[in-house]
T-cell receptor, first 114, second 111 residues
Framework: DAGVTQSPTHLIKTRGQHVTLRCSPI?????VSWYQQVLGQGPQFIFQ???????GRGNFPDRFSARQFPNYSSELNVNALLLGDSALYLC?????????????FGNGTRLTVT | QKEVEQNSGPLSVPEGAIASLNCTYS??????FFWYRQYSGKSPELIMS????GDKEDGRFTAQLNKASQYVSLLIRDSQPSDSATYLC???????????FGSGTQLTVLP
């Protein structure tokens, strides 16, 4: 069975540009979450989507946005990139949004902003 | 602000020994607790989940939860060099439905 898939795996952008990251959840999983992991730190929550609706948002600026499609895949968009946006962006899926539903992470997209 | 604290390490243990990883959390209403393993350059991998006070065992791994003390731990018995990784403690709370992660403990198992 395919796990969570993310694309692209690596990305290099310059300051001020925008970026779109994509995620396909595990088959049957209806919830997708996005996390940012800066080197040496644990992942930090950005968004959670369930049934195409935003169900949670972390402490990130409005430059960050996301959406979920009818097939439960998701996109994370970041506008006006800053050097500090350089990180590993992780997508995770879960069956639903019950608190006990474990998250399964994809391999991530490593974004470098120069 | 919900916080999850872990000893950053690095923690080194000899092969075959027991590795003990600890985590404390600040939000008393937290209900779900997870341990993830992350190899360098890879994504986090779920290895244990625990929801009730006490111990939960899965192979060489044992998770321990004490909600009164707001403490969760992970024991790795018969540690192997392949266990060398960063271990992330994660906590889910109430209506938030998102995970709050600690900064991770780097474990090295010496052959």
């Amino acid at each position: 069975d395919a796990g969570v898939t993310q694309s692209p795996t690596h990305l290099i952008k310059t300051r001020g540009q925008h970026v779109t990251l994509r995620c396909s959840p595990i088959s049957g999983h209806k919830s997708v979450s996005w996390y940012q992991q800066v080197l040496g730190q644990g992942p930090q929550f950005i968004f959670q989507y369930y049934e195409k609706e935003e169900r949670g948002r972390g402490n990130f600026p409005d430059r960050f946005s996301a959406r979920q499609f009818p097939n439960y895949s998701s996109e994370l968009n970041v506008n006006a990139l800053l050097l500090g946006d350089s990180a590993l962006y992780l997508c995770a899926s879960s069956l639903d949004i019950r608190e006990f539903s474990p998250l399964h992470f994809g391999n991530g997209t490593r974004l470098t902003v120069t | 602000q919900k916080e999850v604290e872990q000893n950053s390490g690095p923690l080194s243990v000899p092969e075959g020994a027991i590795a003990s990883l600890n985590c404390t959390y600040s939000d008393r209403v937290s209900q779900s607790f997870f341990w993830y393993r992350q190899y360098s350059g890879k994504s986090p991998e779920l290895i244990m989940s625990i929801y009730s006070n006490g111990d939960k065992e899965d192979g060489r791994f044992t998770a321990q939860l004490n909600k009164a003390s707001q403490y969760v731990s992970l024991l790795i018995r018969d540690s192997q060099p392949s266990d060398s990784a960063t271990y992330l403690c994660a906590v889910a709370s109430g209506s938030a439905r998102q995970l709050t992660f600690g900064s991770g403990t780097q474990l090295t198992v010496l052959p």
